[in-house]
């Protein structure tokens, strides 16, 4: 019942900036929570970012401030705006629709200092 497709990984500097697009193709976007999730090595996978179908959103302590979950219904796509980019934020970012347990294939974001 959904597909999702993850766009907007890749190389940065510290302190730059990324925007992560997971494209959903399901008729039940507009009432589904999603979250963006990552992993880094000899790490669990974490919470990053969460938005509800009626746009309420949370935030890691870690990235609260820099980064930024927003959805556009119309377009059925999810977004990770991220800002001043630490190293540490160097991780394989999923997203996920919460309704059916599914994950996204995931994306690679790495940040050099």
């Known amino acids: 019942q959904v597909q999702l497709v993850e766009s907007g990984g890749g190389l940065v500097q510290a302190g730059g900036s990324l925007r992560l697009s997971c494209a959903a193709s399901?008729?039940?976007?507009?009432?589904?929570?999603m979250g963006w999730y990552r992993q880094a090595p000899g790490k669990q996978r974490e919470l990053v970012a969460h938005?509800?179908?009626?746009?309420?959103?949370s935030y890691a302590d870690s990235v609260k401030g820099r980064f930024t979950i927003s959805r556009d219904s119309a377009k059925k796509t999810l977004y990770l705006q991220m800002s001043s980019l630490k190293p540490e934020d160097t991780a394989v970012y999923y997203c996920?629709?919460?309704?059916?347990?599914?994950w996204g294939q995931g994306t690679q974001v790495t940040v050099s200092s």
């Open positions: 996920k629709a919460d309704r059916f347990g599914c």
């Open positions: 399901t008729t039940y976007f507009s009432i589904t929570d």
């Open positions: 938005i509800t179908s009626g746009g309420t959103v």
